[in-house]
């Protein structure tokens, strides 16, 4: 699980008459404060979009047995930049809280629910009460997220922090039969990866998938005949060779590298497609992965012979499942996970 710093963020205070340990009622009336909610303000200077302080400004309204749940939950467990309260489409998601008891008032920023709270599931972490991360994913997937696309993504980031993994989330969703959402998690489930390294990356299988091609892994290191390793590509199918990479945002400083790359994946006899970032929609990648299949099985027909493989030599240490991540050790993590977007 990746650490977060929670450092730095302010906590709402109520009023007090000395100006001491908050705003004066007078101060409350000017611009130099902001009410977070009834009775509590913070310095109007504090920003209210860093995700973690909107999780503080919103804990005041959990009462004893709720917790913050959600995306918000699992950005104040792990940090995770994929967890930042934000839609795909770059609009803004309420924090949610879940309660036992209907005494909470939403506000603007903040969803109330009133799921039932199991005993355990709820736990106090640098002074805010959350929801455990298998829970508050389970949350997330069924009471926040539209269509099964996205609910997967959500499910790959998650295991990606390594603060839950797919089978921690199938015990969860064992254990609400019945719940809001549940029909749309366990799918969800069947389709979701440990090893997706970003959201484009897991869009991308889903379109490679919902088109009706085999089922692609995520991120498997692929070596020459020698044991060499050539590289690490974000879709592969290793029967047919035919590998995938998302070329956006992160791959545009290092366009020449991705070049070699490329070539050294088509010189061993990889048929290599991107997805990119100006498609609008999957239709243009499911059309190029349909022409890298058809160039695979000329290949095949032709008898050609493949100079790649996808079994990892002895000495390689494997990370592709989230507890073979737990079992690293700092300094292993530091160099062997350093390529995650």
């Not at 839950?164 to 969800?188: D, H, K, N, P």
């Not at 390689?316 to 050790?329: F, K, M, P, S």
């Amino acid at each position: 699980m990746r650490t977060t710093d929670h450092r730095g963020l302010v906590r709402p205070v109520p009023r007090d008459l000395r100006g001491l340990e908050g705003p004066t009622p007078e101060q409350t009336r000017g611009s130099a404060w902001r009410r977070t909610s009834r009775g509590l303000y913070v310095p109007a200077a504090v920003d209210g979009s860093v995700p973690e302080q909107r999780v503080v400004e919103a804990a005041p309204l959990v009462p004893r047995g709720g917790g913050v749940t959600g995306w918000a939950a699992v950005r104040w467990w792990t940090g995770s930049p994929w967890f930042d309260g934000t839609t795909a489409a770059g609009g803004v998601r309420p924090v949610a809280v879940v309660t036992p008891e209907a005494r909470v008032r939403p506000r603007t920023g903040v969803v109330v629910s009133e799921e039932r709270v199991v005993p355990g599931d709820v736990v106090e972490v640098d002074g805010v009460a959350v929801t455990r991360p298998a829970c508050a994913v389970s949350f997330e997937v069924r009471r926040r997220t539209t269509g099964v696309a996205e609910a997967v993504v959500c499910l790959d980031m998650a295991c990606g922090t390594d603060a839950v993994s797919l089978a921690e989330l199938r015990e969860v969703a064992a254990s609400q039969a019945g719940w809001t959402g549940v029909g749309l998690l366990r799918l969800a489930l069947d389709l979701a990866e440990e090893n997706s390294w970003s959201p484009q990356e897991s869009r991308a299988r889903m379109a490679w998938v919902q088109a009706g091609l085999p089922r692609p892994r995520c991120n498997a290191p692929l070596f020459d005949l020698d044991g060499r390793h050539l590289g690490t590509p974000d879709l592969l199918d290793p029967v047919t060779g035919v590998v995938a990479e998302y070329d956006g945002r992160v791959h545009l400083g290092r366009r020449l590298q991705d070049v070699r790359r490329e070539e050294v994946f088509r010189d061993h006899g990889l048929e290599y497609v991107t997805t990119l970032a100006g498609d609008r929609g999957p239709l243009g990648f499911v059309a190029r992965l349909r022409r890298a299949y058809d160039r695979a099985t000329a290949a095949r027909d032709r008898g050609e012979v493949r100079g790649w493989c996808a079994d990892p030599p002895a000495w390689w240490v494997g990370t592709g499942t989230v507890a073979q991540r737990r079992a690293l050790g700092p300094a292993q993590r530091a160099r062997l996970l350093r390529y995650r977007r």
